[in-house]
């Protein structure tokens, strides 16, 4: 079994800044953030692989940054120029092998963006 243990989060003001840690207990193929507002279904934020590719979603481009160091087994979102609309609770996920159906989740993080 796979932990997933998720650090940061809290509250911040539009047109601020929050970094979100995911730190894995073994190593990890496929690393990535969504995120699910109330009322909203869970959504795609970003992922990266091992090889350091990445992928967004659209809402997030430009003001969000995925990275990764896979010597700790662990992986960052970096929001900037965070907006109302990014308000929700923020999952880690984790894949433990490229085509692999396996997938686990951390705890949930509350990210809070006022107006």
């Known amino acids: 079994q796979v932990r997933l243990v998720e650090s940061g989060g809290g509250s911040v003001q539009a047109g601020g800044s929050l970094r979100l840690s995911c730190a894995a207990s073994?190593?990890?193929?496929?690393m990535g953030w969504y995120r699910q507002a109330p009322g909203k279904q869970r959504g795609l934020v970003a992922t990266i692989t091992r090889s350091d590719n990445t992928n967004y979603a659209d809402s997030v481009k430009g003001r969000f940054t995925i990275s990764r160091d896979i010597t700790k087994n662990t992986w960052y979102l970096q929001m900037n120029s965070l907006k109302p609309d990014d308000a929700a609770v923020y999952y880690c996920n984790g894949r433990p092998t490229y085509y692999g159906s396996s997938e686990y989740w951390g705890q949930g993080t509350q990210v809070t963006v006022s107006s």
């Open positions: 073994e190593s990890i193929a496929i």
